[in-house]
């Protein structure tokens, strides 16, 4: 059979995926990716024999499921996803941090592979059997009880900051903050240091501690996950926050001390510490476009946190544009564009998509802007 008489039977059936060590709000946001697309249609399946597999080989679960098919003769396409090169045979892999548009010609790379694809017509121009509704395209994503994206979240919590015009430069004074007041920017210059200095770094704060480990890269400290959104939120006594150097851990934070590692500690400050509102000198009409997609599986999930991080990978848009597409609450888009560009994931773009130089506003919006994930580098070489 030749290729043009296999597309034509096979026009009217989607592309099947399925999703191995990928869970929670990781696998919606892939779910999401992939049912947006408009030049081919996917569906979710939980197992099928012929769906393009995507595993994350460093979740447990993905690594058992890798292993359990390289056991066999495996002939299903796979893309593997992971933090160390490997080599994959029938398949792809993707080196993580990755962007989702290379995870999408990937999988399309692999969509003549597999004999159930919704193929191009004749002209070459790929289509879908029908056009579905948002809500009908969400019902077929459904495929199997853990995946539901009807199931309620445990979402945190981020403030009430009411919507403003953007229009009106008094209105958006009320929604703007100094981030230089809260402990997520002291963690971020610590953690920069203790990097720099491979040495402890001790920082009182309130009248608690926080250790800084640079060999284990986390936050290390008695306070529990709980409590830790109050130290986030109030304003810092800079009078008060004082570090040193350690040249090792107390006892006690050895023994009872909690830890937490760096992208997710520092993530929950900055949604405490901000609350739904923009740094102050932000520029509402820089366009900015999202790096990678940050490691939904371990942040601290809020509503809308991936149709606003989908969003931005899509193409360069300003905090401007995403409140007038997006009908959500501004507050959702302020701490997600807060978050993301205070740790480096989101970055100032022209319009075609090339780096921009950030007007002196945005440039003074952060002096740590990008320090976390420039630290990420250093700690990956």
């Not at 539901?148 to 929604?175: M, W």
Request: hydrophobic share 35%; aromatic share 8%; with cysteine.
């Amino acid at each position: 059979m030749n290729l043009v008489t296999n597309m034509t039977e096979h026009a009217s059936n989607p592309v099947l995926l399925s999703f191995k060590g990928i869970e929670g709000l990781g696998r919606k946001s892939l779910a999401f990716l992939f049912s947006s697309q408009k030049t081919i249609c996917y569906k979710i399946v939980e197992e099928h024999p012929e769906a393009i597999e995507i595993i994350d080989v460093d979740h447990r679960l993905g690594k058992s499921a890798w292993k359990h098919s390289q056991s066999g003769n495996r002939e299903q396409p796979v893309v593997i996803v992971g933090c160390e090169t490997m080599d994959v045979k029938n398949g792809i892999f993707l080196q993580k941090p990755f962007l989702p548009r290379q995870l999408l010609a990937a999988v399309e790379s692999l969509v003549t592979a597999v004999p159930n694809t919704v193929y191009p017509t004749g002209d070459n121009t790929p289509v879908k059997e029908k056009t579905q509704t948002p809500s009908q395209a969400k019902k077929a994503l459904l495929p199997n009880p853990s995946f539901d994206t009807d199931k309620p979240e445990r979402f945190t919590h981020i403030g009430t900051t009411p919507d403003v015009d953007l229009d009106d430069a008094e209105a958006v004074a009320q929604v703007l903050y100094d981030p230089g007041q809260f402990l997520a920017q002291r963690m971020l210059e610590l953690i920069e240091l203790a990097a720099k200095e491979k040495k402890y770094i001790r920082a009182n704060c309130c009248s608690v501690v926080f250790y800084v480990d640079p060999h284990q890269g986390c936050i290390r400290t008695l306070v529990k996950e709980r409590n830790l959104r109050t130290f986030g939120a109030l304003p810092l006594d800079h009078g008060c926050f004082l570090y040193q150097k350690e040249a090792k851990l107390p006892a006690d934070i050895e023994s009872r001390g909690f830890s937490y590692a760096y992208e997710p500690f520092i993530w929950r400050m900055i949604l405490a510490g901000s609350r739904g509102r923009l740094p102050e000198n932000t520029d509402l009409d820089q366009r900015f476009l999202l790096g990678h997609w940050p490691n939904l599986d371990k942040l601290l999930p809020f509503p809308h946190l991936t149709q606003i991080s989908t969003a931005w990978t899509t193409g360069p848009k300003s905090i401007r544009e995403m409140a007038g597409t997006l009908e959500i609450p501004q507050r959702y888009l302020f701490v997600f564009f807060t978050a993301a560009s205070m740790m480096g994931y989101l970055h100032p773009v022209n319009a075609d998509g090339s780096p921009a130089t950030p007007s002196s506003n945005t440039e003074n919006n952060s002096l740590n802007k990008g320090l976390f994930q420039r630290l990420l580098k250093r700690r990956s070489e």
